[in-house]
């Protein structure tokens, strides 16, 4: 059983993707005031949490409520992650999400799809339905997986200065075209899985 928390662990922190997300974040957080970028950033991974638990515990019931399945997820998030890439490519006024100077993200893009993206819900969906009677496990898997990649991305405000704004923007529009290819899986993953592609 212990093997089994672990590797679910490893698993969830791969899929979150800290390390990638990373210059993403500092690119949605380079438009916020430097004393507030912190704050944002911590109450952003807090609601991911809050998102990313409600779907271990419920996300098969909301989504069968809804009558969506998971590859909707996949494909909704597959969208929306290549239009954030693009506006990284081809910056626009208002950044990365289109706001306006100074004014912060709310649950939208940093929570969910940067942090609690399609990936990671239905991973947790898939978790909860295959081994029911582990959710302790899958908890302490997510808790786990969710602070490593937490104390990564708090780094974000830092690497900021590191880079300075031309190291940013050059950052930004790589990791846009990586996005690109990215998100257009996930379009492919979801139409696959819906049509039962191999």
């Keep these: 059983m212990a093997v089994d928390l ?20 500092v690119a949605i957080l380079k438009n916020i005031k430097a004393e507030r970028r912190m704050k944002v950033l911590v109450r952003e991974l807090l ?11 419920g ?15 996949s494909i909704a998030g597959g969208i929306i992650l290549f239009l954030i890439a693009l506006r990284m490519i081809f910056p626009q006024e208002g950044g990365v999400i289109g706001l306006k100077e100074g004014e912060e993200p709310f649950l939208f893009p940093l929570a969910v799809p940067m942090i609690a993206g399609p990936s990671i819900l239905a991973a947790l969906i898939l978790l909860a339905n295959q081994q029911p009677g582990q959710m302790l ?18 780094f974000a405000p830092a690497l900021h ?33 819906y049509f039962k592609w191999d």
């Excluded at 490893?10 to 974040?25: A, E, H, K, S, Y």
């Design 6 to 25: 672990w590797s679910a662990m490893l698993t969830l922190f791969l899929i979150m993707d800290p390390l990638g997300n990373l210059p993403i974040v």
């Design 47 to 57: 609601l991911s949490l809050v998102i990313l638990l409600l779907f271990l515990y």
């Design 59 to 73: 996300g098969q019931a909301f989504l069968s409520v809804l009558g969506v399945k998971e590859e909707a997820v």
């Design 137 to 154: 496990d899958w908890t302490l898997a997510l808790l786990g997986a969710w602070l490593i990649s937490s104390a990564i991305l708090l």
């Design 161 to 193: 200065r590191i880079l300075g704004e031309r190291g940013l923007t050059a950052m930004e529009r790589l990791m846009g075209m990586i996005l690109v290819i990215i998100s257009v899986q996930m379009l492919l993953n979801g139409i696959g899985h």
